[in-house]
């Protein structure tokens, strides 16, 4: 590996290693002395800090970072006594050690702990120095040391090791001896250098999931966020996103953005609701949310910008464990494609979206299938996975087959800002770090220009940013290197001699494969996906649902739940849940139990409508468990209908049914889309036949036969006795009585209810079946 080569080879001038050996020699004297005196002091504690550790060094400023002829070399920092007694006579030095010739003596120097007075050098001494009289125990002290360099014998171009060590004498020792160091880097490169080392630093700009699968009901789907505490402080003044922003809209960078951040705060510029227990309360944030876009659109201007899929997808997850779930590739086409869009509508820069990032550049034969299943033929990895044996730093571009390339960034650069970097006496050195290696990148080969490429943590601090772009802007005055960009860099001519093998999947870090999605989490992603796609069948407005859900989906996949399974799971089970409770919204209303009295009927069944736009494409379907009893339309044991209904409606989808026999039947309505597959639950009720015999009809003809006669004979009576009042003639009498004869020779008729209303059905209508929207009287209160 790179990072490694050491090419043992510390060059020094004949005259500089003859004034070093004689300062070790002066130095040691009194060191060797005070070490053979020391246990006629007072016994230290087993656990108190002794040698050069008793004292903690911390360097806070060294500027300039890289200095050139003419500049004064400041150092600053702090001394504690971590020591249980105090320090008299303490003296701080500045001491230039050996010039590294490689990267590996620079990471050598960093390990390194105690003091060497071979290694460390001698102390410049004279008026750069910087006496305290005394520091009891637990006591801190600030220092400032001002050397012109050119008086550290900077005598060839190079990384020099740079210390600062504090010397005193413990209370109860005669001599004095190091009692703490701290050393660090110095760049050496006043004049530009022929070649320059081409450096793409990526500036990714990646968040959580804060945005839920639910929108308004409104034209404008007023989006509802899980949270935005967390957001507003990343896009606020000194926040995350903010210092990213404001320092990279200064500097030579790659954007890498996830797509769903930039839809996210898009969304947070207009109305908006934020989840508030089992309620939702209006967002007001907008001003942050487009202060933040407005900074960006001006910032990424001229610069490249690479999309990520949207929502980040955890790739080693998907390769590793959403494998064993089908469907679970399919959301990575569909991601990339949403994400080009999203950028060109928020940012106005068409992205590139021929890159992946699996998590830490960690790559295995199955993540690359997976990375560039999508479309993206490039693949950003790091040189601690694809490791090198070569003694310099090769190109970053390497073909892998199948038109893949890896660019394979650096991972000692990449991993210099992942610490504490809130700290000035971590984010200090660690710039000088970063600073030496860039040198000693372009110091390995002279003669041959390479491109490198940074990709550091998805997402850095506002403290890791801020030592980010310190770094970045020491590089400005392009004496050894200049700003390149990640298309660049891909397109480079790969090294011959630089690895293109692809670790087995034996060689992945466990310890990034103990925090992937587990495969409970794709499972749940299908089981969400297919109710998602049985659902949108059915809608007039499917984009309503498709794209909330579709973005929350990837979401649910995104490489910022690693570490987070309890919230992952609370996000999918969320998104689940909404889903659910929208699908219900389409139902059948339950039915009470009715009976048919008759040989046919028209049975109803109500399909409510909840959502606000209309559904189609469903069918009703009814089934008769005893068909020899109780047929269906068209003498069959099912039947079905069509429904379509319109938002906040219901409708009463009818069915034609007759009678063979009396008893009960159990009837089972259930609704299904037009391809077959069943939507919501199936719904049960029972009709009771109650037939009227032909024994029975006979009956009551005989009553209506026996009612008509009497009325005859009421009839007649009432005749004759008008007749003898009015003293009419015989014959008319007679003309009379052969009328009623007449009458009483009519047949009865009866009548058969082929439509009866049923008790349990209320308000049901029984005209012929309409397929058009229900009336207005309908309407759903939601």
Do not use: C
Not at 188 to 216: C, F, V, Y
Not at 496 to 513: D, E, F, I, M, Q
Not at 701 to 709: H, I, Q, Y
């Amino acid at each position: 590996m790179a990072e490694a080569a050491d090419f043992q080879s510390n060059r020094r001038s004949p005259a500089r290693r003859w004034v070093r050996r004689a300062a070790v020699a002066v130095a040691g004297v009194p060191l060797l002395v005070g070490l053979l005196r020391l246990p006629a002091g007072p016994a230290a504690a087993a656990d108190e800090p002794s040698g050069s550790r008793t004292v903690d060094v911390a360097l806070n400023t060294i500027a300039p970072s890289a200095p050139v002829k003419g500049d004064t070399l400041t150092l600053s920092g702090t001394v504690t006594n971590k020591s249980k007694r105090t320090v008299n006579d303490a003296q701080i030095d500045v001491r230039l050690g050996d010039r590294l010739s490689s990267r590996g003596a620079i990471e050598d120097a960093a390990r390194r702990t105690g003091f060497s007075q071979e290694k460390d050098g001698g102390a410049l001494g004279g008026p750069y120095t910087v006496k305290i009289p005394k520091i009891p125990a637990g006591i801190s002290k600030d220092f400032t040391l001002a050397v012109p360099v050119d008086k550290l014998g900077l005598d060839e171009d190079g990384v020099y090791q740079l210390g600062v060590s504090l010397s005193g004498k413990l209370s109860g020792n005669t001599y004095g001896q190091v009692l703490g160091v701290e050393r660090t880097f110095l760049p050496w490169q006043p004049d530009a250098t022929r070649n320059k080392t081409q450096i793409t630093m990526l500036w990714p700009l990646i968040s959580s999931a804060h945005l839920s699968a639910e929108t308004g009901s409104d034209d404008q789907q007023t989006p509802v966020f899980e949270s935005e505490d967390d957001l507003v402080a990343e896009l606020g003044p000194g926040g995350r996103l903010e210092r990213l922003v404001a320092f990279g809209a200064e500097l030579p960078v790659t954007w890498v953005i996830d797509p769903d951040l930039l839809a996210t705060v898009d969304a947070m510029t207009r109305s908006y609701r934020v989840r508030s227990g089992d309620t939702t309360v209006a967002g007001k944030n907008q001003a942050v949310a487009k202060r933040w876009l407005n900074a960006l659109d001006k910032a990424v201007q001229g610069d490249k910008v690479v999309a990520l899929p949207y929502g980040d997808p955890d790739l080693a997850s998907l390769a590793h464990r959403g494998k064993h779930v089908s469907g679970s590739l399919s959301h990575l086409r569909p991601a990339t494609q949403v994400s080009e869009s999203t950028v060109e509508t928020v940012l106005h820069v068409k992205p590139s979206v021929d890159f992946s990032w699996p998590v830490e550049g960690a790559v295995d034969p199955s993540i690359v299938d997976v990375a560039t299943s999508a479309g993206a033929d490039k693949v950003i990895t790091r040189s601690d996975s694809m490791r090198e044996d070569l003694p310099y730093t090769p190109n970053a571009a390497r073909p892998i087959g199948g038109g893949t390339t890896a660019v394979v960034s650096d991972a000692t650069l990449s991993t210099a800002f992942e610490g504490d970097m809130s700290r000035a006496d971590t984010s200090a050195p660690a710039v000088q770090r970063f600073l030496a290696h860039t040198l000693a990148v372009t110091q390995e080969q002279p003669g041959n220009a390479r491109s490198i490429v940074i990709a550091p943590q998805r997402m850095p601090t506002a403290s890791q940013a801020q030592s980010m772009a310190t770094a970045l802007g020491a590089l400005t005055a392009q004496r050894w290197s200049q700003p390149g960009d990640l298309i660049a860099a891909a397109a480079a001519k790969p090294d011959p001699k630089a690895t293109t093998h692809v670790p087995g999947s034996g060689k992945y870090p466990k310890r990034l494969r103990q925090k992937e999605l587990p495969v409970e989490a794709f499972q749940q992603i299908k089981t969400t996906q297919e109710a998602l796609d049985n659902f949108k069948v059915i809608l007039t407005a499917a984009h309503r649902v498709v794209t909330p859900f579709g973005n929350a989906v990837n979401r649910e996949m995104s490489t910022s739940w690693r570490g987070r399974p309890a919230e992952a799971a609370a996000y999918a089970t969320g998104v689940q849940a909404h889903l659910k409770d929208l699908t219900n919204e389409v139902q059948l209303i339950k039915k009470s139990d009715l009976t048919l009295s008759g040989r046919s009927a028209t049975i109803p069944v109500t399909v409510q409508n909840k959502l606000v736009q209309g559904v189609d494409h469903l069918v009703l379907r009814l089934e008769s468990s005893k068909p020899t009893r109780l047929k269906l339309n068209d003498d069959k044991a099912v039947a079905e209908l069509p429904v379509r209904i319109e938002g906040g409606h219901s409708q009463s989808v009818k069915f034609t049914a007759s009678a063979n026999a009396n008893g009960p039947v159990t009837m089972t309505a259930r609704l299904f889309t037009e391809d077959g597959r069943p939507y919501g639950q199936p719904m049960q009720f029972t009709v009771k036949v109650s037939e009227i015999t032909s024994t029975v009809m006979l009956v009551i003809a005989g009553g209506v036969l026996l009612l008509v006669l009497a009325g005859v004979r009421m009839y007649s009576q009432r005749k004759r006795a008008a007749a003898r009042e009015g003293a009419e003639d015989g014959d008319q009498d007679t003309a009379e009585r052969e009328d009623a004869a007449e009458d009483v020779d009519t047949e009865p008729s009866v009548a058969e209810s082929d439509d009866p209303v049923q008790p349990s059905d209320p308000a049901v209508d029984t005209g012929p079946q309409s397929a058009g929207p229900s009336g207005p009287g309908e309407k759903v209160d939601r």
